[in-house]
């Protein structure tokens, strides 16, 4: 191996890269269109920004109690609170919570405050989707609140002498603005902590769609280039260029280690920018592990372009290595979850997903961004990773031997 | 300097190259002509390392090209028929790269990237796009960068495809002018008159055999010395013409071919005379006259049965 060489055929195809200037269309510009414009498509887990919302269906003036807890959550800065004073059939909060138009749907129903005047349990219906986080959070203050309202029904209710199971000793005790102090500042206060990020396995745990757009677009865009750009070796071979290399002093290590790394190079830098404008456009978090994010990107990379080099020498024509370049440069990307997650697909086609490197690298960004996790979790979706980069080294070394004598 | 015995080159069942044998002086021009598809190409790739032989031995400025092509492809420069050339960088760019990959770099790689802009009149357009020269200047650059690190044996492979009459006098002169520098030259073509005017040997190749070997006056000596007189002459005056041809010293008798006599004499300068003469006598026009002297052309057509602009 000669590095001189190397560096020298490494420069010479970044040179012809660089000389046409409609490569960045395809390296920068189509990335960064796909990732907005599929980040917008993709429903309330994107919603451009906007923070979850809360739809209330019911007769909120019905109960002073009920209605001073709605307004409460009203002043969540995690969520909206759209109130409808309407009564709803279940079947119309479940639609809206499905196609991802709200993240919690909260039905008073209409007897509500007849059912508490008379003893009974009242009934209230919430709806959410526990595999959104957004929609867990919705739940969480709807949670805090409901059970604010039940203990003061339950409070009130004791000191009633009205009620049936009201404590006589009590009936002038209760009073309302000690019992809104106690609850404000209670006497014994629960810290809790969230350390990293929810840890649900098979969950899709990414707030904004951009959270995944951002990084499989990037994915997509490099391996496309890199499987467009296989014709080039076609190409070579077509106008000798590839002939002349090989009678020149380099060995066919140095040839298959420059054509190789050009790529390498190129997919690093093209990956690295798009990955930093999209943290700067949109804040995307990638995670607390810079180790594993750094690891990704050059496993995938590495992958791709042992791709691009391997198609390179099995197409025979330019519209040969086109058409295939497109099939896997396409088709890759949408049965390894770059498209569209894979956790929306059935459970034979996720396995089948994350056996590619594509649904590998992706399912290592959404664990890094959606579930904090490090080298050591991602660990068997790297080394799967590292597994595809070298067979198709192998295989494209092997076939670029093929020309040698 | 180039030694080819026996050469077997087979493409499955199709045999390219059948038991070549030719020998190439040390700064020798020497000229492989055929049509295409003759093997030419395919020779050249087998003397250049890039192709296995499947028989023969080739030694290349003493390295045998099977057991040594590391050591072959140090010695030898190839220019191949292609532009083998990246065309979105610029001339200075494809030199300086080429340069690179024989070992050169710094002040020398510069000093000989300037030298061989100059050599091929390149030195204006070095920083321009090859994407953007004329065929005679892509041709150019495609020898320059064969000849980056001074080889000792040039292996040219139809070098002036697809370029004008006046860009390949360019290229040839540039050719001739490096074999006078005392490179060793070997250059396949199927053009007949850049062989003959270029090559100081010929070796006429057809169907991966060597038909024919020699300098120009040799090989055309081998379809013999004669001209050959074509006219139109009335048919009843061709008993009186074969009787009479014997004595301006024809060979064999004349044929009548595509409605013109042929007649093949010793030397046309004296038969015509004494042609005309007869003619005159017998009050008959000289029409449609053509005398042909020997050349690679009929060589070739005596060898393989076919004209080489037909199969070309």
Known sequence: MNPRFIGAIVAMRLRRIAADRGNVIWLLVMPLVFTFMMGELMGDWSASGAKPTLVVYGMRGADPAFSAMVDRLGTSDDFRVVARDTTAAPARARRLLEGKYVSGALIIAEDYADSVAAGQRPRVQFFYDSDRRSSQGVRRAVDRELARLATRTAAERLVDPAAADSDPALASAFDDSAYARLYEEPRVRLETEVRGRSRGADLLVLDDAREHSAPSYTLMFILMFMLMSAKDLVLERQNRTLDRLRIAHPSTGDLVLGFFLSGFVLGLVQGGLLLLINSLWTGIDYGDSPAALVLVMVLFVAMSSAAGLLLGTLATSGGQADGLGMVFGLGLPALGGLWWPLEVTPEFMQEFGRALPTGQAITVFHDLIGRGHGVAEVAPMLWGLGFWAVLLLVLAALRFRRYSV | ?312
């Open chain 2, 1 to 312: 300097m180039i030694s080819v015995q026996d050469l077997v080159k087979k493409y499955g069942s199709f045999v390219a190259v059948d038991h070549l044998s030719f020998e190439v002086e040390r700064g020798e021009l020497f000229g492989l002509l055929g049509p295409n598809g003759a093997g030419k190409t395919t020779t050249i790739s087998v003397l250049s390392t890039l192709l296995p032989a499947d028989g023969g031995t080739v030694v290349v400025a003493g390295c045998d090209v099977g057991r040594d092509p590391g050591g072959v492809r140090r010695r030898i420069g190839m220019v191949p028929q292609e532009i083998a050339l990246y065309e979105d960088l610029s001339a200075r760019d494809n030199l300086r790269f080429w340069g690179q990959l024989y070992g050169l770099s710094g002040s020398s790689l510069h000093t000989r990237v300037d030298e061989l802009l100059e050599a091929v009149e390149l030195t204006e357009h070095g920083r321009q796009r090859v994407s953007r020269f004329s065929g005679g200047m892509k041709r150019r650059l495609n020898l320059a960068a064969g000849l980056m690190h001074g080889p000792e044996v040039l292996f040219l492979d139809e070098p002036t495809v697809g370029i004008d009459a006046q860009a390949r006098s360019k290229i040839l002169d540039l050719i001739r002018r490096l074999n006078d520098d005392g490179l060793t030259v070997l250059y396949t073509t199927h053009y007949l008159e850049e062989a003959e005017q270029l090559c100081d040997r010929i070796g006429v190749i057809d169907q991966g055999r060597l038909a024919a070997l020699g300098d120009k006056d040799e090989l055309i000596r081998q379809i013999g010395d004669e001209d050959t007189i074509r006219f139109v002459l009335p048919p009843e005056a061709f008993d009186d013409l074969v009787a009479a041809a014997a004595a301006w010293g024809a060979i064999g008798d004349p044929e009548i071919r595509r409605g013109r006599v042929v007649l093949r004499v010793v030397d046309g300068g004296r038969a015509l005379p004494q042609l005309q003469a007869w003619l005159e006598a017998r009050d008959l026009p000289l029409a449609h006259l053509e005398i042909e002297r020997p050349n690679l052309e009929n060589l070739y057509l005596n060898l393989t049965g076919r004209a080489l602009r037909e199969t070309t």
